[in-house]
């Protein structure tokens, strides 16, 4: 794995003795300004953007170093790291990948899968997930599951738990939450409707892909006329294929507004 000295050389195109000098420069307290005017020949003539760019990201690399450190040791309290997913943590290059490998082992909240798993449905979703071809229509397998005692009164409500496990199981895939990311950014709309018929076109309706609408534009009728509510205030959307190790009965995944689902497309039998 590169250190992170090497990794901003790489990324900055600089020699690593200068990517050194400048971090050593940092730790001692030095700033931006006198470092670009005062330390030339220790940086081979940086400019300020690159310092500051340097600086940001040294930064943002000794966070995510700390974070490795600090996920791997809550996951090994557990006795659940293996070396397969301590090599994926140390390999994630961002706090989000790192964030997405920790999310099944994160200590969580009451969730509507917990009480799910509690009711004793999980071997019901299992059972759904692996969707064999000789398997029972879901209705006869959650049919096992009804006890009024924990709760499961109907099919339905069989069938619902068996759902909700699977749509947090599949939200905690790192790699589903990284290929939607990638979508998103790639394929994402920026939607916002300002509530006054007297704004500019521009800001009663604002619908486009995400790269071609600055940031400062989506902003400015919220910074600019707080008066005026926006409805649907940039709502992110993305829509993706889920890995191929998946049953193919688990059609698609969706991403709106930080929540993720999962529609679960249960094959017909005859």
Do not use: W
Request: glycine letters at 4%; hydrophobic letters at 40%; one cysteine or more.
């Amino acid at each position: 794995m590169q250190t992170i000295t090497e990794l901003l050389a790489q990324e900055l195109n600089c020699r690593q003795e200068y990517i050194a000098n400048v971090i050593a420069l940092l730790d001692e307290g030095n700033t931006i300004p006198f470092i670009a005017r005062y330390r030339k020949e220790q940086h081979g003539a940086m400019d300020d953007t690159t310092l500051r760019t340097l600086e940001t990201r040294l930064q943002y690399l000794r966070n995510l170093a700390q974070r490795r450190e600090e996920v791997k040791a809550s996951i090994a309290a557990q006795e659940k790291l293996t070396d397969e997913l301590a090599k994926a943590i140390d390999e994630a290059a961002t706090l989000a990948e790192v964030e997405d490998l920790y999310r099944p082992y994160k200590p969580k909240r009451r969730t509507r899968a917990t009480i799910a798993r509690e009711k004793g449905l999980e071997p019901l979703a299992d059972a759904i997930f692996a969707q064999t071809l000789r398997m029972d229509p879901p209705e006869a397998l959650a049919a096992a599951y009804i006890d009024p005692d924990k709760g499961v009164g109907t099919l339905e409500d069989a069938l619902a738990g068996a759902s909700d496990i699977l749509a947090e199981r599949i939200s905690d895939d790192a790699e589903v939450r990284k290929s939607l990311r990638a979508l998103m950014h790639r394929r994402g709309t920026a939607q916002g409707i300002a509530q006054h018929q007297t704004l500019h076109a521009e800001r009663r309706a604002l619908l486009a892909d995400r790269h071609a609408v600055p940031g400062h534009k989506i902003l400015r009728p919220v910074n600019e006329m707080p008066e005026f509510a926006l409805r649907n205030q940039c709502a992110l959307i993305a829509v993706a294929f889920i890995p191929r190790n998946y049953p193919q009965h688990i059609r698609y995944i969706f991403l709106n507004e930080r929540k993720i689902a999962a529609k679960i497309v249960v094959r017909e039998h005859h």
